[in-house]
């Protein structure tokens, strides 16, 4: 099946600093990928679509310049959290589809953002 | 505005018992439904997916049905095992969209 990776899977940082998180779809180009926050117990919400050599397309209510995606490739998108907060510590997870007629998405295996 | 639901939020379940994962939702114009499979702390394995054309999935142990017409979709584990546990997540793609409305998952626990 198609493998899509993220690095770093688990990261502490502190109030204040930028943390960047790579997605990267390791077999197939994905001119699309998805960012998704989780928080404990609770389902996956849509952050923002990431699109290969245009702007990121973000969801109502998340802020664009806090955080902030490159689509640098086909194959890396990249989620910077910046000036994190403790409120911003959360579970990651990005998604490419890989057969664009069925539109069936491959998860990573998401980041863990502790913000201290 | 698409809103998935399902139910029950858990499940405790000897195993070898056979069970059912209910899914809902809201807005039948989907383009395709899938189940997910979540392990603690991990990413998400795509378990299942349904065409909105379609009516059922299987694979080995896993059948998932769909009647788009009234919003529902059932994912059924045959003969489950204590490797089973998870949480389960449902999850809609809008038609014309690529983008997935999930629900808040059943968190299925099988008992040795």
């Known amino acids: 099946g198609a493998v899509v990776s993220q690095h770093p899977s688990w990261v502490i940082c502190k109030s204040g600093t930028s943390v960047k998180i790579e997605c990267r779809s390791l077999?197939?180009?994905?001119?699309?990928m998805f960012w998704y926050r989780q928080f404990p117990k609770q389902s996956l919400m849509l952050m923002a679509t990431?699109?290969?050599?245009?702007?990121?397309?973000?969801e109502q209510g998340v802020e664009k310049d806090k955080f902030l995606i490159n689509h640098a490739s086909l194959t890396l998108s990249t989620l910077t959290v910046t000036s994190a907060h403790p409120e911003d510590s959360s579970f990651y997870i990005c998604?490419?589809?890989?057969?664009?007629?069925?539109?069936?998405?491959?998860f990573g295996p998401g980041t863990r953002l502790t913000v201290t | 505005k698409q809103e998935v639901t399902q139910i029950p939020a858990a499940l405790s379940v000897p195993e070898g018992e056979n069970l059912v994962l209910n899914c809902s939702f809201t807005?039948?114009?989907?383009?395709?439904l899938q189940w997910f499979r979540q392990d603690p702390g991990k990413g998400l394995t795509s378990l299942l997916l349904?065409?909105?054309?379609?009516r059922e999935q299987t694979s080995g142990r896993l059948n998932a049905s769909l009647d788009k017409s009234s919003g529902r979709s059932t994912l059924y584990i045959a003969a489950s095992q204590p490797g089973d546990s998870a949480t389960y997540l449902c999850?809609?793609?809008?038609?014309?969209?690529?983008?997935?409305?999930f629900g808040k998952g059943t968190k299925l626990t099988v008992n040795p």
């Open positions: 999850a809609v793609n809008q038609g014309g969209s690529e983008k997935l409305v």
């Open positions: 349904i065409q909105s054309s379609q």
């Open positions: 807005d039948s114009a989907i383009y395709n």
């Open positions: 998604s490419a589809p890989r057969d664009m007629s069925s539109y069936e998405q491959y």
């Open positions: 077999d197939f180009q994905a001119t699309t």
């Open positions: 990431s699109n290969e050599g245009s702007k990121a397309t973000y």
